[in-house]
């Protein structure tokens, strides 16, 4: 199903240096129609050049990169976009709904206001000026201004940063809104809750390569090891004494188990100790599966740096 | 593969009428406008600083030389005013946004670039009409200075379009240097500049030298419009003007390439 979706966006082994830094290397991209991707990737990796070149802000020096098939620098391609990036400061004097309706004025079938304010979730904002509103209040009217032009594909640059949990709530409720009105989005963040609870896909950057590309689960799966979680009158030192058991530890009653076979690590506990109870069973998280594919990456390219050296 | 196809279905309604188009180059001038206004702590030494040294060294110390020389100096110091807005009003602005990463954020939006500038631009016009009537009512109530209004309209439209170069100029130091180190750098073109152009000292005042090359400077052109404007300069207007609209394209040009491949 996903390979008859139309592409939205797209890098084609995209190669852009900076002097002798190369902040892309060979970088490839898909964002599809109607999908969240969330960009993951520790600092430096290459995100912000990759939503740079997307956004037609600075050009590739070598690759094919397309917004809808054309340039990102021909404006009709961005008269598709929303935008919301991480620090724009925003003229102060001006209100809310001077900034909504400038903003708006640049797209061809904008939204009403009124929808937009409501989307965002900034109705009682509007007459305010953008200079009095607090940090996650600024941070609200920015994702409005990304959604007032009606995108179809809505770039969001860390977008919960210095939000609270409620407003964080609101603004994912209102990103799934849009992803059920047919909207695209591009998704940075380092926030893995945020990727594991919004994203179709995720796409993992390190040292200007893309290193995984799939499903969020296809990326918990990478990892093979499963946490086990019960209470046991058995000891930490039985258990570590066990050849699958690769780490355990004690958090008050509970035990912590981390092991590649948890199948044969649960027969044995269940055999070991019939009293044993609140047994959970879980594949590693988001988190764990992220820091190990990018220190994957890292080794390797401590190696190709080896090898060239 | 499955691209190719998928785009000509999505290529459908991004077109932009004319009529839509237009509003986006009135909106932005409108809040470039009412930014401003609401914080006149930019544009109002920009605007007053100029009325203030005419005050001093046009109207008060020049008194024993006479109506002759309060006219002289209202076109060198409204030219010296109408620099002012152009590069500080439009370059200064530039350097902050492009600092804070509002223009980075504008170019990434679908804004026609040239709404963008045009905002700017109207807004150091309004200002550099601001400082010629300042300067003309100082001159009129104080200076005891006549003027026909044909010469008060020349005057003014002089100021109001002379201030386009000084924008370009502005526009591309703005774009050669980040957040607070324009200012600065700007001075040191504002000052000196004025000195040589004979803006502050009539030109035969100066060193020989200076005054050979002070047809170097667009100050110095526009002066040469605005000693006309007021009546106190005969002979052709128009290989002035050529050279301040050769200089405008020049500095624009330069600018708009900088803008487009670093922003």
């Keep these: 199903m996903a390979h008859s979706t139309p592409t939205v966006a797209r890098l084609d082994h995209v190669v852009k240096r900076y002097g002798r830094l190369t902040a892309l290397d060979g970088a490839d991209l898909v964002v599809r129609r109607g999908e969240l991707l969330a960009l993951l990737g520790p600092n430096g990796a290459g995100k912000t050049t990759a939503i740079g070149l997307l956004l037609g802000l600075i050009r590739a020096d070598a690759g094919k990169v397309e917004l809808f098939g054309q340039d990102p620098q021909q404006i009709d391609a961005r008269r598709r976009i929303g935008v919301m990036l991480q620090d724009a400061e925003l003229p102060p004097t001006l209100r809310v709904g001077e900034l909504l309706r400038l903003t708006a004025s640049y797209y061809p079938t904008p939204r009403a206001l009124a929808e937009t304010a409501e989307l965002a979730g900034i109705g009682d904002l509007l007459k305010r000026s953008y200079a009095k509103l607090s940090g996650g209040q600024q941070r609200r009217v920015q994702f409005a201004l990304a959604l007032c032009g009606r995108p179809e594909l809505l770039f969001l640059d860390e977008p919960t940063v210095g939000m609270d949990i409620e407003a964080r709530g609101k603004l994912w409720a209102a990103i799934r809104q849009l992803l059920a009105e047919g909207c695209s989005v591009l998704l940075t963040t380092h926030y893995l809750e945020e990727a594991e609870a919004l994203a179709d896909r995720v796409c993992v950057m390190a040292h200007g390569r893309m290193i995984h590309e799939g499903t969020v689960e296809a990326l918990r799966a990478r990892v093979a090891l499963k946490r086990i979680r019960c209470l046991s009158a058995l000891t930490v030192d039985t258990i570590r004494s066990w050849p699958e058991v690769s780490d355990v530890w004690q958090d008050g009653e509970r035990l912590h188990i981390t092991t590649a076979d948890a199948e044969i690590v649960v027969r044995r506990l269940l055999d070991a100790d019939t009293q044993l109870c609140e047994l959970e069973v879980q594949r590693a998280g988001l988190a764990e599966a992220f820091t190990e594919v990018t220190r994957d990456a890292d080794e390797a390219s401590n190696i190709d740096q080896r090898e060239a050296a | ?263």
């Design chain 2, 1 to 263: 593969m499955e691209t190719t196809m998928s785009f000509t279905e999505l290529a459908s309604t991004s077109g932009m009428s004319p009529r839509r188009v237009l509003g986006v180059y009135l909106e932005e001038a409108r809040s470039e406008c009412l930014r401003y206004m609401r914080a006149p702590g930019f544009m109002l030494p920009i605007m007053l600083f100029p009325a203030m040294f005419y005050l001093l060294f046009g109207v008060l110390m020049a008194k024993s030389e006479g109506a002759d020389a309060a006219r002289y100096l209202l076109a060198s110091y409204g030219v010296f005013g109408v620099m002012s807005p152009g590069l500080f009003g439009f370059g200064v602005s530039l350097a902050l946004e492009r600092d804070g990463g509002l223009l980075t954020f504008k170019r990434a939006l679908p804004m026609p670039p040239g709404a963008y500038l045009l905002g700017k631009m109207l807004m150091a016009m309004a200002a550099a009409t601001v400082v010629i009537l300042l300067l003309l009512a100082l001159a009129l109530l104080l200076g005891h200075v006549t003027l026909t209004p044909m010469q008060v309209g020349a005057l003014l439209l002089t100021g109001a379009l002379g201030v386009l170069p000084f924008c370009a100029l502005g526009m591309f130091v703005g774009t050669l240097i980040k957040g607070q180190g324009a200012p600065g750098m700007l001075q040191l073109i504002y000052l000196p500049m004025s000195f040589m152009s004979g803006l502050w000292f009539p030109l035969p005042m100066l060193p020989k030298f200076l005054q050979q090359i002070a047809p170097v400077w667009p100050s110095y052109h526009l002066d040469q419009l605005a000693l006309a404007a007021v009546g106190m300069r005969q002979g052709a207007l128009l290989p002035h003007v050529l050279v301040l609209f050769g200089f405008a394209a020049v500095f624009l040009l330069l600018a708009t390439r900088r803008l487009r491949r670093h922003g």
